[in-house]
């Protein structure tokens, strides 16, 4: 007896592309505000499902920290803050990426 087995593949590839915020900036007291976009492409053949998005912000050549005050976002609709431990960031929840798709994060960073 033939059987037809089909196969979902996941091809997740991730870029971070970071944006200055001048207007939320405050150089006089060494304070910059950038917004951190970490888009996800699934060039798989089925849905995607992450149950957590993690990132490690830079501490080099200073320490980057979460701006708390900055809401995130999952392709645009508001989530909540990540958990923080150290450098590392934790956000939770269920983001499902479509075959051939992708899906955004953003959230809030300053880097003294």
Do not use: C, W
């Not at 944006?19 to 849905?47: K, M």
């Not at 990132?55 to 920290?65: I, M």
Request: charged share 15%; no cysteine; glycine share 8%.
């Amino acid at each position: 007896m033939k059987q037809n087995a089909s196969m979902n593949s996941h091809e997740i590839r991730i870029s971070v592309r970071t944006q200055y915020l001048p207007e939320q900036s405050d150089p006089d007291n060494r304070q910059f505000a950038f917004a951190y976009t970490v888009t996800i492409r699934n060039d798989g053949t089925a849905n995607a499902s992450l149950d957590a998005i993690l990132d490690t912000l830079p501490s080099t050549p200073a320490v980057a920290t979460y701006d708390a005050t900055v809401t995130p976002l999952y392709n645009g609709v508001p989530i909540a803050g990540p958990l923080i431990a150290g450098q590392q960031l934790r956000f939770d929840g269920v983001f499902t990426v479509p075959p051939g798709g992708t899906s955004t994060l953003t959230y809030g960073v300053t880097v003294p």
